[in-house]
């Protein structure tokens, strides 16, 4: 027998046997538990998705540490005032939560994009993303009255779902 035949049979047996002898790499595909999904409101499209490498000092998934998403939240309604988008994650058999991150957008007009996040890290240990968004009553501030006026915010929510998470090929 040769020594090529030899070898052959011994991968084969050890691919069967699922205890590999020979330094192959282990190859894994990280699955988006989070993405893509989207909410939509009268003021707000909210849509969580995979992330965009646009830039290298982007944070890259961690097997078994975090995932990384992209986050683009639209005003689909009327021109508001201070707006501020705070990102949340909750893990399990906790009542608190983690702040990811807290953004002061300012004025967005109608149409415009509030946030375009091409990359934040969610550990895998979050069961749910908390988004919210908050805002200032543009009437008043347009009326040049004193003060910011009647403050506002939404939340959405979005879940992960654990049983997408690593997988070995």
Request: net charge positive; aromatic share 8%.
């Amino acid at each position: 027998m040769t020594i090529f035949r030899i070898c052959c049979m011994l991968l084969i047996t050890s691919c069967l046997s699922g205890s590999m002898i020979f330094p192959f790499p282990s190859i894994y595909a990280q699955s988006s538990a989070l993405a893509p999904e989207r909410h939509a409101t009268k003021q707000w499209l909210v849509q969580i998705d995979e992330p965009i490498f646009d830039r290298s000092q982007l944070s890259k998934p961690q097997l078994g540490e975090y995932d990384t998403y992209s986050l683009v939240i639209r005003n689909q309604g009327k021109t508001l005032h201070d707006v501020t988008v705070e990102a949340f994650r909750k893990d399990p058999q906790t009542s608190t939560q983690l702040e990811l991150f807290t953004l002061s957008v300012g004025t967005v007009t109608s149409g415009d994009n509030a946030v375009n996040h091409s990359g934040f890290p969610v550990s895998v240990k979050a069961d749910q993303v908390e988004i919210i968004i908050s805002w200032h009553d543009p009437d008043r501030k347009n009326q040049g009255a004193k003060g910011k006026g009647r403050k506002y915010k939404q939340t959405f929510l979005f879940h992960v779902k654990h049983s997408a998470k690593d997988t070995l090929l």
